[in-house]
T-cell receptor, first 112, second 113 residues
């Protein structure tokens, strides 16, 4: 059984639209993250949350908004989508900081 | 500014050879160095990790060598197998660095049979 569930696996969106990427982890971890992977910037850190609180934000654009409704959920809302947002978005989790990550299988986003 | 650098960008070895993947970093506060393996279409998976109090960590065919003074580390894969063909990411984090792990740009390894 997958320990981190990301939905959807593939997503095609129109420029200017809004999408939500879903992430749930069943590892009992207290920290969750979003990373973006593209040909230009492999595994680029975006956000980190601990106990549902934002710890670090390295995303310059406010179009990216993480949402944590439960302690094992960290969704990513992206508004006003641009073709440059096309990438694979990975959710990850860990127990505490400075420790091993477990990654989900990613959501592949294509903005046309 | 790239805090974690990896070389080479890609590497091809024959089955049975030892593959050596290199990593260097700039931030002297980094004290935890995991290596992740990623196959196409999948998320990265933790392969092996080392903390700065050690200079070597071994797990089966995978060994990390760590040189704190030079801020360098390397991943050695002995008796390479075609199934080891993947992209390998070196990463780093600091105890005081918050909840962020910084990744290098990866080394794409191809093991030819």
């Amino acid at each position: 059984d997958p320990k981190i569930i990301q939905k959807p696996k593939y997503l095609v969106a129109v420029t200017g639209s809004e999408k939500i990427l879903i992430c749930e982890q069943y590892l009992g971890h207290n920290a969750m993250y979003w990373y973006r992977q593209s040909a230009k910037k492999p595994l680029e850190f975006m956000f980190s949350y601990s106990y549902q609180k934002l710890m670090d934000n390295q995303t310059a654009s406010s179009r990216f908004q993480p949402q944590s409704s439960k302690k094992n959920h960290l969704d990513l809302q992206i508004t006003a989508l641009k073709p440059d947002d096309s990438a694979t978005y990975f959710c990850a989790s860990s127990q505490g900081q400075n420790s091993d990550y477990t990654f989900g299988s990613g959501t592949r986003l294509l903005v046309i | 500014q790239q805090q974690v650098r990896q070389s080479p960008q890609s590497l091809t070895v024959w089955e049975g050879e030892t593959a050596i993947l290199n990593c260097s970093y700039e931030d002297s506060t980094f004290n935890y160095f995991p290596w992740y393996q990623q196959f196409p279409g999948e998320g990265p998976a933790l392969l092996i990790s080392i903390r700065s109090v050690s200079d070597k960590k071994e797990d089966g065919r995978f060994t990390i060598f760590f040189n704190k003074r030079e801020k360098k580390l390397s991943l050695h894969i002995t008796d390479s197998q075609p199934g080891d063909s993947a992209t390998y990411f070196c990463a780093a984090s600091a105890e005081t660095g918050g909840y962020k792990v910084v990744f290098g740009s990866g080394t794409r390894l191809l093991v030819s049979p």
